[in-house]
């Protein structure tokens, strides 16, 4: 295998080195923020050039996401914090392309604060993560026995956005809803653990006040209906049910699973649900975890950060997790989830790739993995067989990054349904729909990554007609 390298004493002082293999790294934008008290978000090529950047109004929280035709959705730090915390945010932003703020929405009070990771819905609507304040004396009342402060649950919450500041909160899940506890009988929720993987031990993990859980990625698949979130303090990654209503979303029965707002699924460290000990704890610090998009190499799957137990390396872990027809996961009695360690789909791990905290990973569309070591300021894409591809470094530590096509900044259609461009909606568009069904392309027009009835009933409610 030859590389060409480009002179590291050029680059140094631009804060970029790029490496390539024989094979061709992905032909798109880098997208990426800098951590550091910075409000600028930045779009570049495979050269390293600058093609745009966005500003805010708030340092970033964590990581943006580009709409088609340029439009950013980020998080960022409100201008009063409540619960202040790793990546804290409280504030979620909706710029466009030629740099004006036309969304800012405030998710922030004394009992509520986004923070980290937010995820853009094909509807529209924004997926966002964040503490829901406990006092000492609750956590105390549910069987917490490691207390000394207030407790941060984590609540998973959908916004719609309304006008230029304003949303409706059209639901809700709690992971208060959700706890299990064996120290107390005579206190709620008591049970045993390991009976009850659906739930989490409330005592689990280590921290004593403030944030418990710390969950920092979060990614929503549509033909599930249902949400993945990482969890940095309990070395594990978590599945929801989305389908349910906010009523349901507290309770253990409704939705397509049946299970409420149950865990559906959980996979890292199984020992939090005493279904295991150190060598079945596969996970440590695990960041970026997200379903790889339809018509992607490995789709369907989870692609996960690992960071780490401080021995040097951290990995990239691709699986099916055991998913059964009707959206729950099968797992045998008094056994962990599915998969065991090391049967993975695909994994990558390289002496000196370590970041032990930040990172990230995505699947790209010519089936290389982009992955961000980001306190180690580097964007690393790797093909299938492990080699590098590329390589940027930033000039500052990074949360994550994501490669976008070279068309993204181009404008949206106006004329949904007009898939040709020829200014009508009719049979020559509806024939490119049915001809790319159930896979993606230009007839996406919602843009999920899959061609189905949502897109069918778009171009059919736009027949003939054209702004």
Known sequence: MSFRLIPIMILASLGVLQTFADDTPYEGLTLFNHLQNSNTTVLMNNAGTTVHTWTGS?????TPYLLKGGDLIRPCRAQSVFMNGAAVGGRIQRISIDNQVVWDYLFADSNNQQHHDICVMPNGNILLVAWQRKTNAQGVAAGRTNLNGDIWPTQIVEVEPVGSSSGNIVWRWELWD????????????????????ERIDINAG?????????????DYNP?????????????????????TTTEEAAGST???????????????????????????H??????????????????DRLLLFNNGNDDGTSDLIEFMPPLLPDGTYSIDVDQPFLPERDDYDWFYERGGFYGDHLCGVYRLPNGNTLATD???????????????IWVHF?????????????????????CPGDINGDGLVDGTDLSTLLGFWNLAGEADLNGDGTIDGIDLTILLGHWGVCP
């Open 58 to 62: 708030g340092s970033i929280a964590s």
């Open 394 to 414: 930033t000039t500052q530590s990074i949360m994550r990054a994501d490669k976008y096509p070279l068309d993204i900044l181009e404008p949206v259609n106006q």
């Open 282 to 299: 596969v996970l440590w610090n695990v960041h970026g975890v997200n379903w790889i998009d339809p018509g992607l190499e490995g789709q």
């Open 223 to 243: 033909e599930l209906d249902q949400i993945v979130f990482s969890s940095n303090q309990l070395d594990e990654i978590f599945i929801i049910d989305h389908s």
């Open 178 to 197: 959700h706890i299990i506890q064996d120290v107390n009988p005579s206190l709620p929720n008591y049970g045993v653990v390991g009976d009850h993987p």
């Open 206 to 218: 280590g921290v004593q006040n403030g944030d418990w859980i710390h969950v920092n990625a979060l």
């Open 254 to 280: 409704g939705g397509n699973s049946g299970m409420g707002g149950d865990i559906l699924y959980r996979w890292g460290n199984p020992g939090n649900y005493d279904r295991g000990d150190s060598t079945t």
């Open 374 to 388: 980001g306190p180690g300021r580097e964007i690393r894409e790797v093909s299938p067989e492990g080699e590098t």
